[in-house]
């Protein structure tokens, strides 16, 4: 059901990753969430939740990793956690249900990517009706955002003020001879002093032992950044159909070729526009979402006891 799929990308996009910087403190000491395993930390309505049920989602949506985590970026996690309860608490107010339909394919869906992950959930009950939890939490938030669009003149505004996002910067197309010793290397590179480009692919595919000798030595598109520091100073200051002096790294020694140079240039606003909506919206949807959790947090009746978690909250600077 193509629903649940789009359920699954509205959630993604608003709860995927944690507010605010990540930090470099040490993460706390996990015999303190033993300690205060069945502490309440947030209560809803007539619901309350533990420390136990945010370390079930933690594991749900992190794995083992959260053990590493920080209090700063726990505590990102721990707002996350409130907002999706305060989300479920209302879609449950509205009567949003999930169809037996919506929860096999859901369940099908992460069975498949736990087999992937080597994870195993199945028996858990618990964890099952929290996936069952999110998917209503998804379902709400898409009848919240479903009619949100964007239209071809935003897109057209967000190109026109933004064009430096869109500028390929300068780029060279490489090739290379990779060789396992310097005298073999040289040899090579004096016979090809003319720097024609059939003989160049034509030893790269006899001599080659890079990866890529099958293709005639050919590395692909660089920008500045994108290759070790050594050889981009070399391969950069070559002219086209120029060929580089021997050059030594940890993988042999290498003959570079620079097959093309290409001057910056800006993306056309045809190939631009699907990233552009697809920000936009990420956008619009944020925005609609934080504004209902807003909402929610003065309409229904909820506490956070942030003195009961297992690790010293911090609050984000504008609180």
Known sequence: MWQVRMYGLIFMMLFVSCKGNQSVQDPPDLDSLGEKENYIILHIQETVYFNSDFKRYLKLSLGDEY???SPLSLSRLVDNFLEEKLLLAEARNQETVLSWEEKKEYLAKQSSSSVIEGESWESDEDGIELLFDQLLVEKYTYTLVKG??????EIQEYY???KKEFLLPERVKVSQILLPNEEKAVEILESLEDGDSVEFKRTARAQSIGVEASKGGEMGVFALGQLPDEMEKAIFALREGEMSPV???????HIFRLDSRYEPELIPLDQAAMTIKMKILSHKVKNRIDRQVEKLKNSLEWEF????????YQRTPNE
Request: aromatic share 18%; no cysteine; hydrophobic share 25%.
């Open 148 to 153: 949100i669009e964007v239209e071809d003149e």
């Open 67 to 69: 053990q590493n985590l």
């Open 305 to 312: 006891y942030d003195q009961n978690l297992y690790f010293p």
């Open 160 to 162: 026109e003020e933004n």
């Open 247 to 253: 050059l030594e790294s940890s993988y042999g020694f």
